[in-house]
């Protein structure tokens, strides 16, 4: 039998907490398992492009996911999906769920996870957060890392100003005009967008100030200029895959300008940035395990409360 997993049943059985920590064990653990994973994009003849990620592997875990997206940019949701989850002794499909959602949770947590490991630290709370693209990646980033730090204020832009008004109506804050005054006034900045040119130089910062950019995930995005890029403490998810894609691919630069990966922040093998005035970037490309990491823990979740509805696809 699979269980059929939607958004709604999703939302039911996943809180951010949760599946943070999970995500947070996964880049403890997950090391050459991940390294088998592999994200395959092709162009499409529609205004949008194909993406599948094969498989999600974590140790301890006795599953794999497959992953298939169709992206969009000016549909809502621009991502729309399934994520395969099968058993690792026989391959029985054991649930079908919906990719937009665990792409979403799984992105964006996983960035507010990396925020706060690598910004530093700011323990009074005075800290301004900045958002620069208020959508679905932007909702977690920011649930995720109210969940393990304080803000005294939040600045959100975005290019449609009706969604820049309803993000900070649901999360306080006040919208701006443009990224440029994001970046002035505050010292933690998500980046989430579909942009091809450059957002962000390194004019347009300052130093001790956080980046966290999402939206260099397809070959001809960018967020960050290479000139901010180079000068900064970088931070990535995974070295192999950030010499072919992501931030720093887009910007022309290698891999070798990536300090450190989060797994080694998080398993204590890398110091971090010992210098307070650099300014830091968490630049992940996203990997198939995490997928694994919260289809893993909703399939689980489910069955133990109920929620779903079960078929035989074999039938």
Known sequence: MTRIL??????????????????????????????????IRTDLPFPGTATALIPGLLPGVNAYTVKVNAKFPAARPALRGVICLHSGDDGELLALLDSATITAWRTGLAAALGTHVVARPDPGGDAVLGVIGAGAQAELMVRGLRGMRTFRELVVHDTDPARSAAFVARHGGRAVGSPAAVASAADVLLLATWSRTPLLHLADTRQGQHLTSLGADEPGKRELAADLLAAAFVVVDDRELVGSMGALASAGLPATAAEATLGELLLDEHPGSADATARTVYAPVGLPWQDLALAWLAYRRAGQRGVGERIDLLS
């Open 6 to 39: 939607t958004r709604g049943d999703l939302e039911a059985v996943l809180d951010p907490a949760s599946c943070t920590a999970a995500l947070a064990e996964g880049f403890r653990s997950a090391g050459p398992w991940s390294a088998t994973g592999q994200r």
